[in-house]
């Protein structure tokens, strides 16, 4: 007798068939779905798609062990075109990589950093791949290092080429230069300009303090990157701002310094993500480099979980980006790593000693300060971890897909785009959180689901 996630697998996979062509229907019977409204899931209820649109949820059956459906997730950063491996992506690699967002649930991704993917959607097309709805902000705009020399004239020159193809998002490079600070005036008259031409400005900081302080100061209302410690919020607290704090970035960097670490979380990253364990986990190497620069390279994750931890304020409008595409950060495998880094840095800690060796602080100990979390599995008071879960989704689903302008609006609702994954167990309360999917629906098409092995489980 077949295993019955193997033959519900095989019965969800006929309601799709052929998953390339036309949109199928689909009844999808006594689960329990994401309910926007209440931050939670509903009662158990029975779901109908036709044409790729939901058309009907209504009251079902009880039964012990249902699915769990979440709204499609929206990723606000991503590059397509680099590999996660410091190189660029092939387009053999493509459709894998693509599929590496379909394995974590997202239905919507940006890509910030790429040309235009004008030629990318029509591969897709033509291809018949499957992939997330892809949207592209305006190319990047940069401002430029300050004149050096005594008295010298703030210098930027700052502007921008629309291209109607892409969404309103401006993203505005500010790379600070030996702590330097940038022409206010000018960056304010840029920020106006573009917002009365109909575009929304959105600072990149590359976790500098005054490009921090400046955005801040300036009054962007998007900001991404991680906020150094000491950063001045006097602003932050007087106004609202949206902010994409990309911790995973630094993160990656530290876990170079640490291989035994490195090796732990390689592990997990496996287990929950089944395209990053079979493709991904043994291309990145960790030997030293010695003679790489850049700030991200010099700088530690330490200066900036403290800031996440504390700052309610500035954490009360998150957007999520995971930034795949940058070293370590493989499609789907990057938004685990950041979901879980927020976790654990909210997450209420169990009190326990720290071991210590030769009087000196374990990795996780100098990380945190007096307890030491793992990401390997939950070390937090279990009742903080449902809100905190709760708030998490919320910002993959409603935050983040209304600033990414996604059809579904991030939620599971009548006359909506059917986008949502499918989860064997109850996402707030798995020690694993939101993550593994089972298998993920994109416009009433099944995208994407592990696949069984003959036991009928998944690798």
Known sequence: MKNRRLLFLSLFISAFAPTNLLPQNLKMKSVRIWESEKANFGRIVDLEVVQSKIISIKEGTPVVHPKYLLPGFCDASVTLGSNARGGKTGREEISTYLSGFLAAGFSHIESVGDPNLTNLQNEIIKSKWFSPLLTQSQKPALYSELASGKEALYSSGLSFASDSKRNRHLPIFLKEVENRGFSQTELYAKQREAEEKGYLPVAYTFSDKTSWEDALDTGFPVIFHPMPEGTNLYRAQKRDFRWAPLLSILYLQDLKRNPELWKEEIQVWSRLHPVFGSLWKDLLSIEPEGEEEGTEENQSFTQYQSTFQTEAEARKNLLFASGAGYWGLFPGQAAIVEVRLWES???????????????????????????????????????????????????????????????????????????????????????????PIESMVLGGKLVYTPKPTKEGTAK
């Open 345 to 435: 840095l909210l997450a209420k800690p169990v009190v326990r000693k720290v071991e210590s060796t030769k009087n000196k602080p374990g990795f996780w100990a100098s990380l945190f300060g007096s307890f030491s979390p793992s990401l390997l599995s939950t070390n937090a008071d279990p009742e903080s971890l449902p809100q905190i879960r709760r708030e998490i989704i919320q910002t993959l689903t409603l935050r983040t897909c209304s600033f990414i302008g996604a059809d579904h609006e991030g939620k599971i609702r009548v006359g909506g785009p059917a986008h949502f994954s499918v989860h064997d167990e109850n996402p707030l309360k798995r020690a694993s959180g939101i993550f």
